[in-house]
């Protein structure tokens, strides 16, 4: 069974980096089937896709983000993680990881999402 | 960018009605278009992707249409569990993916 679970601060200061790990299991973050990204969705409004990031070391970004924005693995942990740098309150929000299928071109598999707050 | 928009905002429906959504695009996405549904405090679910094909589980009701910039989403008979907001999505543009702002339907 594929099971994607987010983990990281619940909370971030204003300026601060937001750092998120997804943690695999059921299926290789190896795979050349799949890339693997992260959405995010403030309260009460719509999904916003951050990036998605390919094992074999290519990643994409929201242009609206890319200055700020990280997306790496560590394939010996089957993890992907996030880091979003000089956050403010706008960057409040769920944030998903999720399986970003190659063969379906679209994010078949979401985690259940973390919610992260950003205040002083 | 490719601006999605979905229209109506919210669909009021009873359970047993037919539910059609629509999902305009601002430029062709070809069939790069998938629809996903979002139950309350749960993560999203793909429903159908390439425009019109079921994800894996998705029963029947469930049906998608379109190319180019029209797509239509069509819940044949609502069951309580889909009362949910539902969101398009496309990634013709691949790497630069977009979503729509979503329609809820609920309970009439």
């Known amino acids: 069974q594929l099971l994607l679970q987010e983990s990281g601060p619940g909370l971030v200061r204003p300026s601060e980096t937001l750092s998120l790990t997804c943690t695999v299991s059921?299926?290789?973050?190896?795979?050349?089937?799949?890339?693997w990204g992260w959405i995010r969705q403030p309260p009460g409004k719509g999904l916003e896709w951050i990036g998605s990031m390919h094992y074999g070391g290519s990643a994409y970004y929201n242009p609206s983000l890319r200055s700020r924005v990280t997306i790496s693995a560590d394939t010996s942990k089957n993890q992907f993680s996030l880091r979003l740098h000089s956050v403010t309150a706008a960057d409040a929000a769920v944030y998903y990881c999720?399986?970003?299928?190659?063969?379906?071109?679209?994010?078949?598999?979401w985690g259940q999402g973390t919610l992260v707050t950003v205040s002083s | 960018e490719i601006v999605l928009t979905q229209s109506p905002a919210t669909l009021s429906l009873s359970p047993g009605e037919r539910a059609t959504l629509s999902c305009r695009a601002t430029?062709?996405?070809?069939?790069?278009l998938a629809w996903s549904q979002q139950r309350p405090g749960q993560a999203p679910r793909l429903l159908i992707y390439?425009?019109?094909k079921r994800a894996t589980g998705i029963p029947p009701r469930f049906s998608g249409s379109g190319s180019g910039t029209d797509f239509t989403l069509t819940i044949s008979s609502l069951e309580p569990e889909d009362f949910a907001v539902y969101y398009c999505?496309?990634?013709?543009?691949?790497?630069?993916?977009?979503f729509g702002g979503g329609t809820k339907v609920e309970i009439k």
């Open positions: 390439d425009a019109s």
């Open positions: 999720a399986r970003d299928s190659i063969a379906v071109a679209a994010f078949d598999f």
């Open positions: 059921g299926d290789s973050i190896s795979s050349n089937n799949y890339y």
């Open positions: 430029q062709s996405v070809s069939t790069f």
């Open positions: 999505h496309q990634r013709n543009n691949w790497p630069r993916l977009t």
